[in-house]
């Protein structure tokens, strides 16, 4: 990707398309052996835990279902959720048990068409109210000014606290639904619980990112400092494969410092 960019700059979007794609798939699959991995080494009263079907199965059919999610503008969520949730738990083992697993697209159906419903109405509410300020900014400025500044929060509000609400509901009831034998799971997780994880989460994103900043603006001094230029970066991008494997080591060291979070 790197060297197609510095060769023909005008194949950068399609490269990095081409990219986000494949990594996409590749991370589904590597989430599939991952889990295997760390099921298949973990004992609960002497008897291990296990993982049947196929990595390679798993990610085509995230794959496919993400295919779906962009066209329908993400309705059809529930249903990749169910169908994803029903891939790992139906290839879940307990020693010689396989789980069983009921959940379906109505198991979180509710709570996700009713933040998707104010999510919606909240961005066509800003769109109206900006769209009328861009006609008549002296009307924009003395009527809907406040309600402009009102409805921004409540969307940045609601979108901050739709996805520990979601995931908490979808974790819960998905997760209930799993039974192993007579035996049935009940699992119970709150929103708030999730929003300190997510604060602390964000905390760390924003540590890495200031430092990685740092990093790049000294790297930028010390080249401008040696008499470097853009032009000369431009030049030096295009000599040979080892400058190129340079950058890509550098993006790669920035991916494995976000991983690392």
């Keep these: 990707v790197f060297y197609v960019t510095a060769a023909n700059p005008r194949m950068a979007g399609v490269a990095y398309i081409a990219l986000f794609a494949i990594l996409f ?7 599939y052996r991952g889990r295997r991995f760390r099921l298949t080494r973990t004992l609960w009263r002497g008897i291990r835990l296990g993982q049947s079907g196929s990595a390679w199965g798993y ?30 738990f139906s290839n879940t083992w307990y020693g010689d048990h396989r789980f069983g697993f009921s959940g379906r697209a109505s198991t979180i159906a509710g709570p996700f068409y009713m933040l998707y419903g104010i ?4 961005i066509v509410a800003a769109v109206l109210i900006f769209g009328v300020g ?9 009527t809907n000014g406040v309600a402009a500044v009102l409805i921004f929060f409540l969307l ?6 739709s996805v520990p609400f979601l995931i908490s509901r979808e974790r819960s009831r998905m997760l209930s639904t799993l039974s192993l034998g007579g035996a049935k799971l009940r699992v119970k997780i709150r929103a708030r619980d999730l929003l300190g994880q997510y604060g602390m989460y964000s905390l760390m994103v924003t540590i890495v ?4 900043t740092i990093v790049g603006a000294l790297a930028i001094w010390a080249f401008a400092g040696f008499g470097g230029s853009l032009g000369d970066a431009e030049a030096l991008l295009g000599r040979g494969v ?19 979070v």
Excluded at 242 to 260: D, E, Q, R
């Design 156 to 161: 940045l509000i609601s979108v901050v606290l």
């Design 209 to 212: 990112s200031t430092s990685l």
């Design 25 to 31: 798939f590749l991370a589904g699959y590597a989430a």
């Design 59 to 88: 990610a085509f059919l995230r794959l496919g279902w993400i295919s779906l999610m962009i066209p329908t503008l993400g309705l059809v969520y529930p249903a990749m959720a169910a169908s994803l949730y029903r891939y790992r």
């Design 134 to 142: 861009t006609t008549d900014q002296t009307r924009f400025n003395s």
């Design 119 to 122: 999510n919606v109405v909240l």
């Design 242 to 260: 080892a400058p190129i494997v340079l950058v890509g080591l550098g993006y790669l060291t920035v991916l494995a410092s976000y991983a690392l």
